[in-house]
């Protein structure tokens, strides 16, 4: 059994890992996220389909760095040993112009996006040392690889994650852990939601006239690459729905 720390898993692409991955048979689970009650109703659903499987939830925000030393510190015994680290975790808040964009959403942004992600890895890798084969993937974007209006700051992060994943790459090369991006563009999750604040109506605009990508469909990627044999990494993966060629340029059925 690989034990698999997933943060972000109350939703989304997160909640979707974890289901995916349950269901393999070949995995433990410790996922954390902000919304407890939401982990625990994943775990419930989980273990009604996967009696026999592990999990471990956890409140956690990723923005405060003495949270998750205090958490991981925290862990049952059997839950310190982690062989993969899926660092989910992630939001872009508002889509407006620079000059018009609230510095608060900026933030918001960076705190979780670029110093969440760098807090929870600098942390749990020396959770890592006791796996054979440890292996850590970050959720990048289409906004790490091109930039499109009004996207400015949420770019920003995924780029600067597309950068920390090399670097993470180049810098654990001798503690033999592999490291992964996985970059989507539309999956249709709570993302747009939380991109507009809560209008329904908006976020459900953005995926009209298309199919989407689904949690699902990514987590069955990121099972994939996790099963590639030891001497095989995948560095990169950019994957888009068949409706949409980039950031903005998408075919809708009108
Ligand atoms: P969701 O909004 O559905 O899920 C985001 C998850 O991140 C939630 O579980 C949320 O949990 C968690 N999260 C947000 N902020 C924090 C925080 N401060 N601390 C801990 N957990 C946090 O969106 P997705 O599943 O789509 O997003 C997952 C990742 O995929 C993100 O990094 C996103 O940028 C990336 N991505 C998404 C794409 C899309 O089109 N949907 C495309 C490309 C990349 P909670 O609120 O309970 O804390
Ligand atoms: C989320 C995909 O295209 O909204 O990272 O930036 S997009």
Redesign the pocket.
């Known amino acids: 059994m690989r034990t698999v720390f997933i943060?972000?898993?109350?939703?989304?692409?997160?909640a979707a890992c974890a289901e995916v991955l349950a269901s393999e048979k070949k995995y433990r689970l410790l996922l954390?996220?902000?919304?407890l009650s939401?982990l625990t109703e994943l775990q419930k659903r989980i273990q009604a389909q996967n009696p026999d499987c592990e999990v471990f939830c956890f409140e956690?925000?990723?923005?405060d760095q003495s949270d998750i030393i205090q958490k991981l510190k925290n862990l049952p015994n059997d839950w310190k040993d982690i062989d993969i680290l899926i660092n989910?975790?992630?939001?872009?808040q508002g889509l407006d112009l620079i000059q018009n964009g609230d510095p608060d959403d900026w933030d918001r942004m960076i705190d979780?996006?670029v110093k969440?992600l760098l807090y929870v890895t600098k942390h749990t890798i020396p959770l890592m040392q006791e796996s054979t084969h440890p292996h850590i993937i970050n959720?990048g974007?289409?906004a790490g690889k091109e930039v499109y209006p009004s996207g400015n700051v949420y770019c920003a992060t995924k780029h600067a994650v597309d950068a920390l994943t090399k670097a993470m790459r180049i810098d654990l090369l001798e503690k033999g852990i592999k490291v992964t991006s996985i970059d989507?563009?539309?999956?249709e999750?709570?993302?747009s939601e939380?991109r507009f604040k809560g209008d329904k109506e908006r976020a459900k605009n953005v995926y009209n006239g298309l199919t989407p990508l689904s949690?699902k469909d990514i987590a069955d990627i990121i099972s994939f690459v996790l099963s590639r044999p030891a001497h095989v990494n995948i560095n990169d993966l950019l994957v888009m729905p068949t409706a949409q060629a980039s950031g903005t340029i998408v075919k809708r059925d009108t």
């Open positions: 943060t972000g898993a109350s939703s989304g692409i997160g954390c996220a902000r919304r939401k956690l925000d990723v923005r989910n975790a992630g939001l872009s979780t996006n969440g959720l974007s289409i989507p563009g539309m999956v999750t709570e993302f939380v949690g």
